[in-house]
């Protein structure tokens, strides 16, 4: 995504690429961080991406590892990036900080790999389901922080217009579409705008129907972020309650791609699933 880039990211790529060259030659933490001059916590930080390195850091850490020249500089300019400030880092206040980091991911992903139970996806929300929501929290934000979260949500749905807007592949639970958040009134809108959003050229949406039965994913949605960078690995994410998980490992993600394949092989047909969004929005009209 040339257009799109995330400090996030580049302290991940910065993050592996640091460890790895640690392991290759055989230097412990310890003797890393008595070669910069710091703490051995720091570069534990550093290598699993829970702060920004310093370049200064950056570059013994290279020296140490019998990095020079042209990549030395290259990784320089990657540390560099790393410790830019996001759009969203102004919103600090009104996000999670367990949910910077996704925001910071999903700001330059290629592809993301979305499965939904209860809840339209964030990117397809409208103003007033995201009211309808928030209205529900067991602890009420104040008026101001409620604009601020809403703000961050709004401004998270550009990337669907975008120019280089990453596709977005999503399998939405027919529980969702029939979850009425903020009234029917407000649930029949957020209907309608799914069936536009879903005819972008990079969105593709379908809806697993209660008729599909049992399936693999029936107790949590997830989210797969991939990057068009080889560096970049693909990293699945869980969100619970008061947190999130963040899978890396190779088996990891492709136990959750396996089950995404499965999903969308149970669900409807984008067409199908347009259908079935409008039929139930007409049926939410009629109920009123």
Not at 124 to 134: D, S, V
Not at 163 to 174: G, T, Y
Request: proline fraction near 5%; glycine fraction near 6%.
């Amino acid at each position: 995504m040339a257009n799109r880039t995330s400090p996030t990211v580049r302290r991940r790529r910065l993050a592996a690429e640091l460890k790895r060259l640690r392991k290759e030659s055989g230097k412990t933490r310890e003797e890393v961080a008595d070669f910069v001059s710091c703490a051995p916590a720091t570069i534990t930080k550093i290598e699993s991406a829970a702060t920004s390195a310093p370049p200064a850091y950056v570059a013994r850490m290279l020296e140490l590892y019998g990095v020079d020249g042209q990549e030395k500089d290259a990784w320089l300019t990657v540390a560099k990036q790393a410790r830019k400030r996001g759009w969203w880092q102004q919103y600090n206040d009104a996000i999670p900080n367990w949910f910077t980091v996704y925001v910071g991911l999903e700001e330059e992903a290629g592809k993301i790999r979305e499965y939904e139970c209860e809840i339209i996806p964030g990117l397809f929300q409208t103003e007033a389901y995201i009211r309808g929501l928030m209205d529900v929290e067991l602890a009420l934000p104040g008026d101001e922080e409620l604009e601020r979260r809403i703000a961050v949500r709004l401004k998270r749905q550009e990337l669907l217009t975008a120019d280089d807007a990453p596709h977005l592949w999503v399998v939405l639970n027919e529980a969702a579409l029939r979850r009425e958040v903020g009234g029917r009134a407000v649930m029949g809108d957020q209907l309608r705008h799914l069936v536009e959003v879903s005819r972008l050229n990079t969105v593709t949406l379908q809806v697993l129907p209660f008729g599909a039965g049992a399936h693999p994913a029936m107790q949590h949605g997830f989210f797969i972020l991939g990057f068009a960078e080889p560096l970049d690995p693909d990293v699945v994410y869980v969100e619970y309650r008061t947190g999130s998980l963040y899978l890396e490992q190779q088996s990891e993600v492709a136990a959750y791609g396996l089950i995404f394949d499965h999903l969308r092989a149970k669900a409807l047909a984008p067409d199908d699933s347009r259908t079935l969004i409008k039929k139930i929005a007409e049926q939410m009209e009629h109920q009123e």
